[in-house]
């Protein structure tokens, strides 16, 4: 209901909004000349003015990281293209977040993302063109080691409410596609996120410790997972103390990526998000819960429903034993200094098919010392070289 009252709102506000092109601010548009001062200047004057749209008619614009202002539409154009600089230079260097204490590539700061925006309200990105953070650059420093700081994301609001993606083309991210961080009420619609399927933790969409998220009608294309909801890393998450909570994603088709994920950075707690009629095509997995004995945290009343795969690799997971660079840093304990285990429970999934499933069927390993609890399993067909298996595992199937 918040959400589209919000929509309501927002219809009235594009109806009176100034136009604010940044051709008419100088810049090019040719794809070769920088026009990130022109589209700083076209900002700057929508901002002043309290708000409008920044327009990007046909062209490509090749641009450093910018930011995004309160009352602002980011319209890109059909034949429209953002396009991210190859310079790393003009990509500036920002704290970690608070929740994760550090960067995810590597300890310390990280790089801001393509399109950036901190403590707005009523922020909109749509228009029928493309943003392309050219990340090719940033995936090869990945793999050869060679990075200074973790990579940006491409689209990435930090306490941002009211937040619309709409009718965009999103792709060559050169981390996480589309970050919603500490966020209230956003809508992401009509979208196509286009990544290349090796290209190293390209996800979709990570809600992290957001509220009162919809995601629908999409297409997604990624080196990493389509989904995942996240809320902080280890201590750090539980400290801030902010879940991840009422999320919706329905109505997806997904060609490449790994799964419609929860975690593994899920140690603010994760509750209420469902996962409905999506189609899943030539990915690693449907569904994949991550933790480890490290994270903390809770991940309870999630739902997989209706979920069509083909040609994946596995079929529904949890893994709880999860690894990744960063599992030794302030790990989650508990009064006496032990390790602070991870919760699931409240677990769904139902009416999920699946045909030509490469691996296991299904892998449900949770910790002994925290067993998943409550899980039900109802009217799941999946037809899989292996069946499924589980540890620490308790609910019912049907």
């Known amino acids: 209901v ?11 506000f594009q109806v009176n909004a100034q136009i604010f092109n940044v051709k008419d601010y100088g810049a090019v548009g040719n794809g070769k000349t920088d026009d990130t001062l022109a589209i700083n200047a076209t900002l700057a004057a929508c901002n002043a003015t309290g ?3 920044v ?3 046909e062209g490509d614009y090749l641009t450093a990281p910018f930011n995004l202002s309160s009352n602002m539409i980011l319209r890109v154009l059909p034949f429209a293209t953002i396009l991210g600089s190859q310079n790393i230079s003009a990509w500036p260097v920002i704290p970690a977040l608070p929740s994760y204490g550090s960067g995810r590539d590597m300890p310390g700061p990280r790089y801001t993302s393509l399109v950036h925006g901190q403590n707005v309200t009523n922020v909109t990105i749509d228009g029928g063109g493309t943003i392309n953070g050219q990340g090719e650059i940033w995936w090869t420093l ?7 700081h973790t990579r940006g994301s491409l689209v990435e609001l930090i306490y941002c409410e009211d937040l619309v993606i709409f009718n965009v083309t999103l792709t060559n991210s050169p981390f996480w596609t589309v970050h919603p961080t500490y966020c209230d009420r956003v809508h992401i619609k009509g979208v196509e996120i286009i990544n290349p399927p090796d290209s ?8 992290d410790s957001s509220w009162n998220v919809l995601v629908e009608d999409s297409l997604i294309s990624v080196g ?8 902080g890393l280890n201590q750090y998450g539980i400290d801030f103390g902010r879940p991840s909570v009422n999320i919706t994603v329905r109505n997806l088709t997904c060609l490449a990526g790994h799964s419609l994920a929860i ?5 603010g707690g994760v509750n209420n998000v ?13 569904s994949n819960l991550k933790s480890n004995y490290q994270r903390g945290g809770y991940v309870t009343n999630i739902r997989y429903s209706n979920i069509s795969l083909f040609n994946t690799s596995s079929g529904l997971n949890i893994n709880t034993t999860y690894a990744s660079a960063s599992d030794n840093e302030y790990p989650a304990l508990d009064s006496l200094g032990g390790n602070l285990y991870p919760v699931f429970e409240n677990l769904v999934w139902e009416s999920i098919t699946g045909n030509h499933i490469n691996g296991i069927a299904g892998n449900m390993s949770c910790l002994p010392e925290s067993p998943c609890k409550k899980m039900v399993m109802d009217n799941i067909d999946i037809s899989s070289h292996k069946g499924f298996f589980c540890e620490n595992a308790y609910g019912v199937s049907n």
């Open 51 to 53: 708000g409008g749209i």
């Open 2 to 12: 918040e959400i589209f009252l919000f929509i309501a709102i927002l219809v009235q």
């Open 224 to 231: 990493d997972d389509m989904i995942s909801v996240k809320s």
């Open 55 to 57: 327009l990007f008619p």
């Open 263 to 267: 975690g593994s950075e899920m140690s």
């Open 274 to 286: 469902t996962f409905e009629d999506i189609t899943i095509s030539n990915c690693k997995s449907g």
């Open 142 to 148: 990945f793999k050869e080691n060679k990075l200074n």
């Open 200 to 207: 190293p933790n390209t996800d979709g969409v990570d809600p």
